[in-house]
C-alpha cells in the first residue's frame, strides 16, 4: 500500500530517445509534483498539477511533457532526450497546494542517457 | 527572491552525540521552512516544519528546529545521533502564498559507531 509509486524505478536510454516516466498515489491528495534531481543532490521543481490542471511550470524545456488523466496520476514524458537529462526523478503529492501541506515524495525514477 | 544556504555539504558525528545541522534562508515575506530528510536510494520524508506558530519546532525521531528571523536561520538539532541518523538533509523554504519549495543543496550527515 505504497502512498507514492513510480515507474520504472530505474531507466537507461539512448540518447535521442523518448520515454516516459509513470507516478500514482493513493492519497487521495488534489495536487501532484514532479521534480529533478542532479547528481550533486540538488533538488528543483519542475511542474505541479492540481485537480489536473498546470499550477506551476518551472523553466523546463519543452521537450518535458507532463499529463495527469486524473488527480490520482501525474505522467512525465520525455522527447528527445539528452545526457543532461540525466537525473533521479522525484514525484510528490499534497493533500492540496501550498506551503503548509506536507508533500508525500516517491522512491524516485533513475534515468541515464547514454 | 528566496534561497536557502545549508553551510556544510557534510557532517560527520560520532554515535550518540549531539546534531547540528544549520541552515540559512532568504524571502521576501515570513516564509515557512521544512527539513526533509533523504535515506540512500529513497525518497524524501518530512521531518519537521515551520509555519509561523511556535518558534521551536519538534519533528520526527528527536529532531527539532529553531526558527530565528534575526538570524535569517533553521538550524536542525537532535541531542543524540543514531546510527539509523546517516542520510541526506534538505532544507527547503516556500515561500508566502507560494505554492513551491526551494531546496537547499543538502548536508550528508555520517554517524560513526
Known amino acids: 500500500d505504497t502512498a507514492v509509486s513510480q515507474t520504472p524505478k530505474y531507466l537507461v536510454t539512448q540518447m535521442g530517445n523518448d520515454k516516459s516516466i509513470k507516478c500514482e498515489q493513493n492519497?487521495?491528495?488534489?495536487?501532484m509534483y514532479w521534480y529533478k534531481q542532479d547528481s550533486k543532490k540538488f533538488l528543483k521543481i519542475m511542474f505541479s498539477y492540481n485537480n489536473k490542471e498546470l499550477i506551476i511550470n518551472e523553466t523546463v524545456p519543452n521537450r518535458f511533457s507532463p499529463k495527469s488523466p486524473d488527480k490520482a496520476h501525474l505522467n512525465l514524458h520525455i522527447n528527445s532526450l539528452e545526457l543532461g537529462d540525466s537525473a533521479v526523478y522525484f514525484c510528490?503529492?499534497?493533500?492540496?497546494?501550498?506551503?503548509?501541506?506536507?508533500?508525500?515524495f516517491g522512491p524516485g525514477t533513475r534515468l541515464t542517457v547514454t | 527572491a528566496q534561497s536557502v544556504t545549508q553551510l556544510d555539504s557534510h557532517v560527520s558525528v560520532s554515535e550518540g552525540t549531539p546534531v547540528l545541522l544549520r541552515c540559512n534562508y532568504s524571502s521576501s515575506y515570513s516564509p515557512s521552512l521544512f527539513w526533509y530528510v533523504q535515506h540512500p536510494n529513497k525518497g524524501l520524508q518530512l521531518l519537521l516544519k515551520y509555519t509561523s506558530a511556535a518558534t521551536l519546532v519538534k519533528g520526527i525521531n528527536g529532531f527539532e528546529a529553531e526558527f530565528k528571523k534575526s538570524e535569517t536561520s533553521f538550524h536542525l538539532t537532535k541531542p543524540s545521533a543514531h546510527m539509523s541518523d546517516a542520510a541526506e538533509y534538505f532544507c527547503v523554504v516556500s515561500p508566502t502564498g507560494a505554492n513551491n519549495l526551494f531546496f537547499g543543496t543538502g548536508t550528508r550527515l555520517t554517524v560513526i559507531p
Open positions: 492519497l487521495g491528495h488534489d495536487t
Open positions: 510528490a503529492s499534497s493533500e492540496t497546494p501550498g506551503p503548509y501541506y506536507e508533500q508525500y
